[in-house]
């Protein structure tokens, strides 16, 4: 096997993921062999490898929501102007989480338009969601393939319900009608 010494940064990228420093301390022996004089010599200077973007480690959102998510459910609105929803958007979320008997403390309600990139995966990861109701935030906003709406859908273990934006939704009776079917098939 020829030596295995390399310069190629894009090979070292794999193998160091971190900042690399190289320190010249005569006085510090690390336990390494000396070095074969058969090896060129090698320059003593700091070699920063920068990572490319899909490398580079995303930092966990910390999503601000309103209730306490004992039941892991999360439901995400999308709505640039309010913290929820207008009005008649809001009064309807109150229906749909009466109809299924949640109280507050048993959901987390995100309001995705503050967090617009978020993936599916990190909503999942922070909230340990079983179930997420998504009123305007389409499966491709959270980086998932096309699934229809008002039907109840698995990403692995997690059931999901698409659906209008709720202001949409409280005036379109069809839409709010086949929802209303999903719904009550629901068990939670």
Known sequence: MPGQLTTNGDALRLFFTEDVYLINE???TWGLPPEPSTLPPVEQ???????SASEEP??????????????NILILVNDEYNDVSDESGRELLRKIVKSINLVTVDFALVNYAKYKGASYHDLRDFFKSSL??????????LGLTNHPSNTVVLEG????????ELRKLDTDLLVKKALW???QKLTI
């Open 132 to 141: 997420i109701f998504s009123f305007g935030v389409e499966p491709s906003h």
């Open 181 to 183: 079917g999903v719904i």
């Open 26 to 28: 005569p006085s510090i």
């Open 45 to 51: 200077e700091l070699i920063v490898l920068p990572l």
């Open 58 to 71: 995303k930092p966990n959102p910390n999503f601000n929501f309103l209730g306490g998510n004992k039941r």
């Open 157 to 164: 273990v997690v059931r999901l319900i698409f659906s209008k």
